[in-house]
Nanobody, 122 residues
Framework: QVQLVESGGGSVQAGGSLRLSCAAS????????MAWFRQAPGKEREFVAY????????SYADSVEGRFTISRDNAKNTVFLDMNSLKLEDTADYYC???????????????WGRGSQVIVSS
């Protein structure tokens, strides 16, 4: 149905920037809400950001508001997460996910990538 593959993770110094990408294949990418979740060591997976199918709505967790930007290119079946002013607490595995609903709730996301690691150091 939908296959998702993340890329762009790596190590970066605090205050720096990084761009994550998620490439989708399968049925039409354009109908899905796309989101990023993250999971830090020893913690539960948490919502980071979503973008609606037509990019007319976005939502961000309070912890990343003003620093991260989610965007999508429907012509290329790709969603991005631009991360700026990175902090040590942003260190986590970042996951791309797709849902037919406009929601922050993890239980409504049916399709997932395998994750991409982001490490922020001082």
């Amino acid at each position: 149905q939908v296959q998702l593959v993340e890329s762009g993770g790596g190590s970066v110094q605090a205050g720096g920037s990084l761009r994550l990408s998620c490439a989708a294949s399968g049925r039409s990418f354009t109908i899905y809400t796309m989101a990023w979740f993250r999971q830090a060591p020893g913690k539960e997976r948490e919502f980071v950001a979503y973008i609606s199918s037509k990019s007319d709505s976005t939502s961000y967790a309070d912890s990343v508001e003003g620093r991260f930007t989610i965007s999508r290119d429907n012509a290329k079946n790709t969603v991005f997460l631009d991360m700026n002013s990175l902090k040590l607490e942003d260190t986590a595995d970042y996951y791309c996910a797709a849902s037919v609903f406009l929601t922050r709730n993890i239980r409504w996301y049916d399709y997932w990538g395998r994750g991409s690691q982001v490490i922020v150091s001082s």
